[in-house]
């Protein structure tokens, strides 16, 4: 089984992946190994994760073909400037021990992000191979229009925190008639949404789990990818039969009412947010 694909004009991704965040070491390799194995294309990391390395272990030692796999990286938000944000991402092919990667993100904005001088960092890294697409990660409505408006670098995708829970509507507004993909990350809540009511009862008609549900809503919608963490091969089985659960529009419409206003991904060093929907 494998996921299906999302193409835009700027990229062509697996909208089912696997996050890594926070497996470490033999773990780390161990699952990518096997989501490898059980058909999953999309792998997803990040500098500050720390696992760089067995990430790249994992996809070495799988024995699928480099140019099957989907590899996403992040850069952290303490290098707000291209020169810092550059010998950063250099130090991550070195770990992955990767000639490229097929999406590199910015991961976090901060109160020191030099934006131009980022974007642009991004779009020679694009324009060289390292970095086959590029995009940008935890950024609000208002920094996501600074970003396309500069027009500096061919912006492909934004990742952000998204599930069942939160809807992320005035990022779609923006990502959807770009043709960005949005990824979304903890697309299971933090496990929260597994123990919903109306995801359970949801479950139940279609004999599948709340998990394979709260996947499939997500990825009904159009140009949305999801990057849920599963260490042990039964839960990244599960995960990936999500991507053939189809939901009726009366379920989608269901969990479409939920309130959405629950954040679990807030750091300190957070941008100010945009407001929950009324």
């Not at 089984?1 to 996050?19: C, D, E, N, Y």
Request: proline share 8%; aromatic share 6%; charged share 15%.
């Amino acid at each position: 089984m494998s996921s299906p694909l999302l193409t835009t004009a700027r990229l062509t991704m697996p909208a089912l992946g696997l996050g890594t965040w926070p497996l470490k070491g033999r773990d780390c390799e161990e699952a990518v190994e096997s989501a490898l194995g059980l058909g999953y294309r999309h792998i997803d990391t990040a500098e500050m994760y720390g696992n760089e390395a067995a990430v790249g272990a994992g996809i070495a030692t799988s024995g699928v073909p480099r140019g099957e796999v989907f590899l996403t990286t992040k850069i952290w938000h303490d290098k707000p400037d291209g020169p810092a944000f550059r010998a950063a991402f250099a130090a991550s092919l070195e770990r992955l021990k990767q000639p490229y990667v097929d999406l590199l993100l910015v991961h976090w904005p901060s109160p020191a992000l030099n934006l131009p001088s980022v974007l642009t960092a991004l779009a020679h890294l694009h324009a060289e191979g390292l970095a086959r697409a590029v995009g940008v990660s935890n950024f609000p409505s208002a920094l996501l229009r600074q970003a396309l408006a500069l027009d500096i670098a061919p912006i492909a995708c934004l990742q952000v925190e998204q599930h069942a829970m939160l809807s992320q509507q005035a990022l779609l507004d923006i990502t959807q008639p770009a043709g960005i993909v949005m990824t979304s990350y903890t697309p299971l809540g933090k496990g929260e949404v597994l123990e919903h009511p109306v995801l359970t009862r949801i479950a139940a008609r279609h004999g599948a789990t709340p998990a394979q549900v709260a996947l499939a809503y997500l990825l009904a919608k159009k140009l949305v990818a999801a990057v849920p963490k599963a260490r042990s091969a039964a839960r990244q089985a599960e995960n990936l039969a999500a991507t053939r659960l189809v939901l009726s529009a009366e379920d989608l419409a269901a969990i479409a009412a939920l309130p959405k206003n629950r954040r679990f991904v807030n750091p300190d060093f957070a941008p100010a947010w945009d407001p929950f929907p009324a």
